[in-house]
Every structure is written in C-alpha cells, then in structure tokens.
C-alpha cells in the first residue's frame, strides 16, 4: 500500500511538471526596436484654387476655364512642366439661398483646385504669387 502510494505521489509530481511546461512557447524569437529618418526636402507640392460664381453655368464653366488656362501659362513660364501639374477637385453647381419664402439661386459656382510640384524648393513664393495674379484666390497646403 506504501509503494502504491509512493506511485500515486510520483506520477501527480511528474504530471504537474509537465503540465508547468506546456504553456512554454518553443523558437519563437521576440525582437523590438525603433528608428528614425531625417532627410532634406527635394520637392514642394502646392495646391492652389479659384472658386468664382456667375449668373449662369455656362459663364462660370468659361470663366473657369480662363482662369484654369491663365494660371497654366503663368506656370509655363516660371519652367514647370505640364506632368507636374494636376487637377484635384473641379467642380460646378448652383448656389442658391434657401429662406422661408423659398429658394432663390445665386449663381453658378465653379470651384477647381491644382496641385502642383517643383523639384525647385526655391520656387514655391514665386508659384503661389504667380498663382494669385492669375486668378487663384485660395491655397490650400504647401
């Protein structure tokens, strides 16, 4: 009866050994770490935009457009290529004022915003200056 219990004993001892090593995660490598990236700006991306409203879509369309092509052409001269300039939003729709006596129209508002980039850090006054004398009335980021 001493052996069987001496038995007992020995396999409850060897059973919770086994069982304490289970939960024992085996190859698997733990690693942390952190990093930091400083480096010099090689291009400035600008967005600038115009929104203008005119009594009809056709003229805020036309409107619109010579705008768009002025800011273009001032672009061409300060050297940026057309591939460096993209449009990002455009949009046309009729504005109106909504009161208790009803709906009245305001007008047609265009709205276009151009992104545009230079690898010439030193251009981005001179393109948001000549943005703005060629119709721009707003930048958005740089």
């Known amino acids: 009866m001493k052996k069987v219990f001496i038995l007992i004993i020995l396999l409850l001892v060897s059973f919770s050994l086994f069982l304490t090593g ?3 995660e085996k190859g698997v490598i733990e690693s942390s770490g952190a990093s ?3 480096y010099t700006p ?3 991306e600008i967005s600038v935009g115009y929104n203008i409203i005119k009594p009809t879509a056709q003229e805020a369309q ?3 457009s010579e705008i768009t092509n002025k800011i273009i052409q001032g672009l061409k001269l300060l050297n940026i290529p057309e591939s460096n300039v993209k449009t990002e ?3 046309l729709y009729e504005e109106k004022d ?3 006596s009803g709906q009245k129209s305001l007008g047609w508002r265009a709205n276009q915003v151009i992104q545009i980039k230079s690898y010439d850090l030193t251009q981005a006054g001179t393109i948001i200056d000549n943005s703005v004398n060629n119709g721009a009335n707003q930048i958005n980021y740089i």
């Open 62 to 64: 036309s409107s619109a």
């Open 98 to 100: 909504w009161s208790s």
């Open 22 to 24: 289970c939960g024992e």
């Open 36 to 38: 930091e990236l400083t």
């Open 89 to 91: 939003s455009l949009s």
């Open 42 to 44: 090689d291009m400035v």
